[in-house]
């Protein structure tokens, strides 16, 4: 099969590699989505590609791609019915830990006590090809209301937006801040907006913040056009700061403002991921009685529920990906996803 290998340095290749066969507890899935999350973009950008991000392989460059939704063509021994089945419609929550620590048994493979043993699409082979490895517990069924491309946001980009949102405690009588409208931003702006609550949406790019629009942003702010932020923001507030904020967009002055934003008491919560951030920790914090969250994707759970509100509330996840493309098509596809102002992608290798 043709896999996506990202090298770095804005290069790619299309590898050929044997099919997979499952091992113990292992599965094979045919991808029918796979998804390009702002992580590739920087796993694209670095030069030596994600190990100079810190994802060390075995045996040099893997298959790109952690967003892999599609079905289950082959279970190696032990799989029970249970655990996956034959044409079974699924979503894999792309890392793999110990399976038994109280991480792993809760869900959080990511978080593993024993160290993750593999991040699919940086450490270990992703979905960017037709068929993937993975162990069966990593599998996340995939209700039949959803399309495989939805599938594909909420195994990474849509997930991590819901993971916040649920770490925040966002309800619908609240304003949430959400500063950067990328996948992962816009996402939030849609899931906040479906739960009810007020959504003020910041980017730098115009294309990204009419999307923002579209999917339910009550104000939008161009912070280049804007003269002071946090400002704007208590004036849209009666004065008092947003309840809650997300940085999804890793910028160090995004970061601060979208804690200068709140009110007292208030709440951020950090999913960009990289950079750095300067905070004033009296004024900021402490005299506010901020807290500030960091918060790393979501566990198998997580994933689960995020895939049923989907479902439930008939939201048009679909219409995040403007662009759909080949395997063949992959090396178009990062270079138009590096210029970061169309929406999300998606890769269809079978
Ligand atoms: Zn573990
Ligand atoms: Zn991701």
Redesign the pocket.
Known sequence: MKGVVLLGDRALEIRESPDPTPGPGEVVLEIKASGM????LKYYRARGGAAALGFKTQNGPVIAG??PCGVVVATGPGVSPREARIGQRVMQHHYRGCGVCPQCATGWMQLCVEGVAEVYGATGHGAHARYMKCPARTLVPLPDALSFDAGAAVS??TG?AWGALRRLGLSGDQTIAVFGQGPVGLSATLLATELGARVIALDTCEERLERAGAFGADVLINPTKSDDVVERIRDLTHGLGADVAIDASASPTARAQAVRCLRTWGKACYVGEGDSVTLDVSNDLLRRQITLIGSW?FSTVGQADCARFVADRSIDLDRLFTHRWLLDQAAEAYRLFDQQSSGKGVIHPS
């Open positions: 999350c702002g992580s590739d952690h967003e990474c980009g991590t994707t």
